[in-house]
T-cell receptor, first 115, second 114 residues
Framework: GAVVSQHPSRVICKSGTSVKIECRSL??????MFWYRQFPKQSLMLMAT?????????EQGVEKDKFLINHASLTLSTLTVTSAHPEDSSFYIC???????????FGQGTRLTVV | SQKIEQNSEALNIQEGKTATLTCNYT??????LQWYRQDPGRGPVFLLL?????KEKRKERLKVTFDTTLKQSLFHITASQPADSATYLC?????????????FGQGTTLQVKP
């Protein structure tokens, strides 16, 4: 299947700083990618849809100014958590699909800890 | 709103037995349901997809059913092994069904004991 690579796998940052997470589709082009967040013992919750060459679409309750998404190429989407707070500590996961496929391919996830 | 519900209690079974996990959905039947495996600290890995008009789908030791009357999907692992221990997620399309845009259940953690 297709490969989605996410980087970094773990990051610790101080409160008030910003963190960038990258999501790359390695062997296919993804016009659309998705960002999820997962808190301990909970399910994945969709945060936003990242669209290549246009603005991201955010789910209800997700602050677009706090979670900046950039999808500048067909193989790369980035999520920047701005002015991070301890409550932003979570597991962030990206996914991508391909035309004609109905399964999703997920990155390995990024564990963000804000101290 | 569309919801996916899975039994959040852990399922503990003995090696060699069949594990059965349940996924229930609300509102209209999705065009398909998907099952993923998630290991601790990792992203989900796709296992099986079953369409609305399919009653059953198999892949090696895995079997999935789709009952639109009960609004339920069952996920079976036969001849279970300790390596099958993981959290299993059920998912449906979010809205119009764009691939990758999914609503997940909370997952059921399976523990297979040797």
């Amino acid at each position: 299947g297709a490969v989605v690579s996410q980087h970094p796998s773990r990051v610790i940052c101080k409160s008030g700083t910003s963190v960038k997470i990258e999501c790359r589709s390695l062997d296919f082009q993804a016009t659309t990618m998705f960002w999820y967040r997962q808190f301990p013992k909970q399910s994945l919750m969709l945060m936003a849809t990242s669209n290549e060459g246009s603005k991201a679409t955010y789910e209800q309750g997700v602050e677009k100014d706090k979670f900046l998404i950039n999808h500048a190429s067909l193989t790369l989407s980035t999520l920047t958590v701005t002015s991070a707070h301890p409550e932003d500590s979570s597991f962030y996961i990206c996914s991508a699909g391909t035309v004609g496929n109905t399964e999703a391919f997920f990155g390995q996830g990024t564990r963000l800890t804000v101290v | 709103s569309q919801k996916i519900e899975q039994n959040s209690e852990a399922l503990n079974i003995q090696e060699g037995k069949t594990a059965t996990l349940t996924c229930n959905y609300t509102n209209y039947s999705p065009a398909y349901l998907q099952w993923y495996r998630q290991d601790p600290g990792r992203g989900p890995v796709f296992l099986l997809l079953i369409r609305e008009n399919e009653k059953e789908k198999r892949k090696e030791r895995l079997k999935v059913t789709f009952d639109t009357t009960l609004k339920q999907s069952l996920f079976h692992i036969t001849a279970s092994q300790p390596a099958d221990s993981a959290t299993y997620l059920c998912a449906r399309a979010h809205g119009s069904g764009n691939t990758g845009k999914l609503i997940f259940g909370q997952g059921t953690t399976l523990q297979v004991k040797p």
